[in-house]
């Protein structure tokens, strides 16, 4: 059985949804991948209380106590919640409550664009959803898509650092599909592009030279003085003071993200002694490792779940507040 849940945020005039299931249909394979990996191979093992119902499947040969992480998906700038349905499906099998959000296209192109946090608000919301609901207890995992899931991300780090309500949430990991990526402007370019395929071609192209206009002004010429009051993303994301484990998924053959730009992130990362692991699919287009190989990209989320359910407590807790 499948129950839908569905919240209006009335500003952005986004859907969130929750998604709660215990059975999907099966998932396939196609093709093999290079991997480098940087993940310690023994981890604790603990038995903690299911957070599923007794009749969950256990589908990975489990035991049936482990307490599943309630899992985060922030999607990619323009992708629909049937997009995500298929990420989704992925934990909605092995008996997770999964969260599904896309922030919307125009705070992610312009708004963060032109140093305006408008997506903190919208962090926060996502935030106290977990208290709306009473499962702020859970362990969470992450599953953050491109540079407009990373966005929205970079502010619940924050969150979790800054506010009080919020510190004693427990993140046991993320997964990064396609990000982070650092200033392509052609990269963007393309993504918004593909977002306004359907749109009239005029507004199109109104809409695709303000974007240029608008990032080669903050962020080529006035990067210094955008700098002031507002952090780049990336740059944010380098220096994190969150420490539990991080998986990226991305590919060389991308053209939104660069590939140079995920494994410079992976070293940042590597560098703060954060458990890191990193696949480069190789020939995969961007946010389509999933569609190019199933079976892998799912074994490799799954696997990498187990492990942070069970990896040490002080490797996965919130990062104290500063007094």
Known sequence: MVAVITTREVAAAQALWVAITSRVGPLHQKGQCRQTTALAKDQAKKSRPACVSENSPDQDGKEAGTRLPLVILLGWGGCTDKNLAKYSAIYHKRGCIVIRYTAPWHMVFFSETLGIPSLRVLA????????????????????????????????????????????????????????????????????????????????????????????????????????????????RLLDAASRWPEL??????????????????????????????????????HVSHLRDYPTYYTTLCINFMHSCVHCPPHLTSAPEINA
């Open 124 to 235: 926060q919301k996502l935030l106290e959803l977990l208290f709306d609901y009473e499962v702020e207890k859970e362990p969470l995992l992450f599953h953050v898509f491109s540079n407009a899931g990373v966005m929205l991300y970079r502010y619940v780090l924050e969150l979790l650092q800054t506010h009080r309500r919020f510190c004693h949430l427990r993140v046991v990991g993320t997964i990064f599909d396609s990000g982070p990526g650092d200033s392509n402007l052609l990269g963007a370019l393309r993504a918004l592009a593909v977002i306004l395929e359907h749109r009239p071609a005029a507004l199109r192209l109104l809409l695709l030279v303000a974007f240029a206009l608008v990032a080669f002004l903050f962020h080529i010429l006035l990067a210094p003085l955008t700098a002031l009051f507002h952090t780049h993303f990336y740059d």
């Open 248 to 285: 990226y998924l991305y590919s060389r053959a991308d053209e939104v993200v660069l590939a140079r730009d995920v494994e410079r992130m992976v070293k940042a990362r590597l560098a703060h002694r954060v458990l890191v692991r990193s696949v480069d699919f190789v020939s995969s287009a």
